[in-house]
């Protein structure tokens, strides 16, 4: 399903917003210390994030019943997400405009923000878990100061790449 004139205006206009709201929660968490993970690697194509896109709503609209509507009903008219599946405050989706054959985006110009920011999303987590095979990884903002004080322990090549795989070191 390919996104028309109508459509594409509205992806356009939601993205802006997605944009303003994400720089301006990232740099408010940055000012008051926050350091996410860096991100590391490159995409693989693997197109896994495409397969069940998910939202993680607020307590607020996952539940009260109108709130969850129009979320539902947005995510349906405009981006072209089909609900599957929820756990707790999260919607599990299919997205219409993916090809599961070619694995590959019939809108790709036009996606929402939550596809073009993938996988940065899960960088601000605790423990950031990305998809199996994919190719990005999370990356300590400190991994060679943390490298450094590594080697200077005394640690079986084991022990050190375990702590390197569990501390988010490797880039």
Same mark, same amino acid.
């Given at each position: 399903?390919?996104?028309?004139?109508?459509?594409?205006?509205?992806?356009?206009?939601?993205?802006?917003?997605?944009?303003?709201?994400?720089?301006?929660?990232?740099?408010?968490?940055?000012?008051?210390?926050?350091?996410?993970?860096?991100?590391?690697?490159?995409?693989?194509?693997?197109? *896994?994030?495409?397969?069940? #896109?998910?939202?993680?709503?607020?307590?607020?609209?996952?539940?009260? !019943?109108? &709130? /969850?509507?129009? =979320?539902?009903?947005?995510?349906?008219?405009?981006?072209?997400?089909?609900?599957?599946?929820?756990?707790?405050?999260?919607?599990?989706?299919?997205?219409?405009?993916?090809?599961?054959?070619?694995?590959?985006?019939?809108?790709?110009?036009?996606?929402?923000?939550?596809?073009?920011?993938?996988?940065?999303?899960?960088?601000?987590?605790? *423990?950031?878990?990305?998809? #199996?095979?994919?190719?990005?990884?999370?990356?300590?903002?400190?991994? !060679?100061? &943390? /490298?450094?004080? =590594?080697?200077?322990?005394?640690?079986?090549?084991?022990?050190?790449?375990?702590?390197?795989?569990?501390?988010?070191?490797?880039?």
């Amino acid at each position: 399903m390919r996104d028309g004139p109508i459509r594409r205006s509205l992806k356009r206009v939601a993205l802006w917003n997605f944009t303003l709201n994400v720089r301006a929660t990232r740099w408010i968490r940055r000012q008051r210390g926050g350091r996410p993970y860096l991100l590391g690697g490159e995409c693989r194509r693997c197109a *896994r994030c495409c397969e069940a #896109p998910a939202i993680q709503a607020g307590w607020l609209v996952a539940s009260l !019943p109108t &709130l /969850r509507a129009v =979320l539902l009903f947005w995510q349906r008219a405009v981006n072209g997400f089909e609900l599957t599946g929820r756990e707790g405050d999260t919607f599990i989706f299919r997205c219409t405009h993916f090809d599961r054959s070619t694995r590959a985006c019939d809108s790709y110009d036009s996606r929402p923000g939550m596809c073009r920011d993938y996988p940065r999303v899960l960088l601000d987590q605790p *423990r950031p878990g990305f998809l #199996p095979g994919c190719g990005f990884r999370p990356v300590a903002p400190n991994a !060679p100061a &943390l /490298r450094r004080a =590594l080697a200077a322990l005394d640690l079986t090549p084991a022990q050190e790449k375990a702590l390197a795989r569990g501390l988010f070191l490797e880039e």
